[in-house]
Nanobody
Framework: QVQLVESGGGLVQAGGSLRLSCAAS????????MGWFRQPPEKEREFVAG????????YYADSVKGRFTISRDNAKNTVYLQMNSLKPEDTAVYYC?????????????????WGKGTLVTVSS
């Protein structure tokens, strides 16, 4: 198993930046494909960005391409989400997730482990 703890959320103005962190503990970090998802108010949870298990491939939702960057520090067992040029529609609870599959899934139900989330609010 792996435990995931997100941090770094907060209130930011439109056009600003935030960096989210996801600290993983438990099984070897490299055993999982990791990803970020978000759930806007009164909407379904959606995929944001993710890695393949090897870390060699990265995937992004069209809505965040060019603005968000996912990265990882294997020595610290931590995945990051750098969010730039934030928009009010980016407001959501952001979740870190992991799967033992080779590649992160864009379907939330196919991810195996979840953190509790961190709230990002972007004001206009």
């Amino acid at each position: 198993q792996v435990q995931l703890v997100e941090s770094g959320g907060g209130l930011v103005q439109a056009g600003g930046s935030l960096r989210l962190s996801c600290a993983a503990s438990g099984r070897t970090f490299n055993s999982y494909a990791m990803g970020w998802f978000r759930q806007p108010p009164e909407k379904e949870r959606e995929f944001v960005a993710g890695f393949s298990r090897s870390g060699g491939s990265r995937y992004y939702a069209d809505s965040v391409k060019g603005r968000f960057t996912i990265s990882r520090d294997n020595a610290k067992n931590t995945v990051y989400l750098q969010m730039n040029s934030l928009k009010p529609e980016d407001t959501a609870v952001y979740y870190c997730a992991a799967t033992s599959a080779r590649v992160v899934s864009t379907t939330p139900g196919r991810m195996d482990y979840w953190g509790k989330g961190t709230l990002v609010t972007v004001s206009s």
